[in-house]
């Protein structure tokens, strides 16, 4: 497999078709690991740093890990891949604006993927379509067996997995769930999901993880304790309060918006369609809000002709680096804007 | 303003004086790096600022003693960047971790759950049953309560998965 052949479609987390789809975009679990013997990455040396990227990529290409895994060198990968990798969540901004001997590994139809010398030498990777943290639980736990039995991790009797920031250190496990909440955002009740989250200490982040801004209403929301409970106390906490509460909420606030606001809802959505039917120049953070209503507008009945999948593509192809990579050219300023606004024209109007 | 050389905003303004006379330069961060050589480190924390000014002008250099024997950070170092350098650091600085780690984690010190089979071999509690059984029974009535069979049908069995498991 080449990182071209990404290119032309989604992600298995973005095929729409999980548990839960119409709120829960995606469940990502992520395991931060250490190998023992090693100085964490602040500390390693050039040397060191090269040594142990090539001895883990040996080991994640040695097939026993995971079959058919692509491996993309990200120090001598050209910024429109590791862009290209960022848009569909198989590495981290930090991952790909960083320098030195570092890599990823992506495998098992891009729902895993394996950062190499990141923040902590190996960043595990599951994201899976729609609510389905059990099964990102049991797919990444033998991802970690497998690895484990190569590799010796740096473990604690007291402290558990050593992480270089003791904000992970324990399991090392992040549960991500990214969730489409417009009602929410529309009736202007996020704000309770958001001091709800914080009371049980949850972090909420926007669509590329930490430090980056809710925009087109997805909504990440995570764990932050990773110390005194296991993986599975974690997990169950989302899957059977958290996230089903917040579910709730949402289509509580989308009865509201159609028993009470029929019209405006309808007023929001025909807009959203009409501008991405009919415009000719596209702004990024102005596609994700259309995008987002006009989603919203679907998963409520109200926009009929539209396939959910459809919407899910654009969300992420109409993407800067996506969009470069279709057209199989450099674009900038008005010509990506008018290239992205061509593109949903086509898509949403031949449907 | 605008750059001189190109469209971008204008963020560096030089003042030069060539033979009694002055010209004056007005460019974005890239131009004024590439054409005169002018170093600009953009966009520095706050805090790493705050930190080094704290760090200079305080008693604070007495921490700094604390070093660890094997990657060589200082506690100082640590605290200024958020992340240690080896695994060894957490033994070294445990006594100043252990606070940290306890406001970070909802109090707790100590590792449950998941342990490797060969580096994890000793010293470590094996797994215990690791869903709280009588959390999910107190949200069972809960959700019984509310007359939400869904999510009660749910935690049931969730809960009985959990007394076999």
């Known amino acids: 497999m080449k990182l071209s052949d990404l290119t032309n479609h989604a992600g298995e987390w973005l095929r729409g078709s999980g548990p839960q789809s119409e709120i829960v975009i995606s469940s990502r679990i992520r395991l931060a690991r250490n190998v023992s013997g090693v100085p964490f990455l602040t500390r390693a040396t050039r040397p060191q740093r090269q040594v142990l990227e090539a001895r883990v990529r040996d080991i994640l290409l040695g097939a026993q890990v995971s079959p058919q895994t692509l491996y993309v060198d990200l120090e001598h990968a050209p910024e429109i891949d590791r862009q290209l990798l960022v848009e569909r969540h198989l590495i981290s901004k930090q991952h790909a604006a960083a320098e030195g001997a570092r890599g990823v590994a992506i495998g098992e139809n891009e729902t895993l993927s394996i950062m190499i010398n990141e923040e902590d030498h190996l960043r595990i990777q599951v994201l899976r379509s729609g609510l389905q943290l059990e099964q990102a639980w049991d797919q990444i736990n033998a991802i970690d067996d497998a690895l484990e039995a190569k ?18 250190v324990g399991t090392g496990i992040r549960v991500s769930v990214m969730l489409h909440l417009p009602a929410l955002k529309l009736t202007g009740e996020i704000e309770k999901v958001f001091r709800a989250a914080k009371d049980l200490k949850l972090a909420v982040r926007g669509l590329y993880g930490e430090g980056t801004e809710a925009t087109g209403d997805f909504y990440q929301i995570s764990n932050q304790t990773t ?14 309060v958290v996230i089903p509460k917040i579910i ?6 989308r009865k509201a918006l159609i028993n009470d606001h029929t019209i405006a809802l309808d007023d929001k959505v025909g807009r959203a369609l009409g501008l991405l039917r009919s415009a000719r120049l596209m702004a990024s953070e102005e ?13 409520m009945g109200r926009v009929k002709d539209i396939d959910i999948r459809t919407i899910n593509e654009l969300f992420l192809l109409t993407q800067p680096a996506h969009l470069q990579k279709i057209s199989g ?4 300023g008005d010509v990506r804007r008018a290239a992205r606004a061509d593109y949903i024209r086509q898509r949403l109007n031949g449907n | 303003m605008k750059c001189d050389n190109c469209n971008k905003a ?12 002055k010209i004056e330069k007005h460019l974005c961060e890239q131009c004024a790096a590439q054409n005169e050589g002018v170093p600009i ?11 080094n000014f704290v760090m200079a002008h305080s008693g604070l250099q007495k921490e700094l003693g604390v070093t660890c024997d094997q990657c060589g950070i200082t506690w100082a170092e640590f605290r200024q960047s958020g992340l240690l350098g080896c695994s ?11 606070p940290l780690l306890q406001r970070a984690h909802e109090g707790a010190n100590h590792h449950t759950g998941k342990v490797p089979t060969r580096t994890g071999a000793s010293g470590v509690p094996r797994k215990r049953k690791t869903v709280d059984v009588s959390k999910l029974k107190k949200e069972l009535t809960g959700a019984l309560e509310a007359e939400d069979y869904e999510r009660a049908a749910k935690l049931r069995d969730a809960i009985k998965q959990a007394e076999n498991g």
Do not use: W
């Not at chain 2, 480190?41 to 930190?51: A, G, M, R």
């Open chain 1, 329 to 332: 050219k450099k674009l900038e």
């Open chain 1, 248 to 253: 709730e909420y949402e289509y509580h606030a």
């Open chain 2, 10 to 21: 204008a963020t560096v303004h030089l003042t030069e004086i060539k033979n009694g006379k």
């Open chain 1, 227 to 240: 110390l005194g409970k296991s993986e599975e106390e974690i997990i169950s906490e989302f899957r059977l």
């Open chain 1, 287 to 299: 596609t994700l809000f259309l995008l987002s209503h006009l989603r919203m507008g679907v998963n």
């Open chain 1, 151 to 168: 590799l010796d991790f740096a473990f604690h009797s007291r402290f558990g997995y050593l992480t270089a920031c003791p904000t992970n």
């Open chain 2, 41 to 51: 480190k953009s966009h520095t924390p706050i805090n790493e600022l705050l930190t």
């Open chain 2, 88 to 98: 060894h650091d957490y033994d070294q600085f445990e006594k100043d971790l252990t």
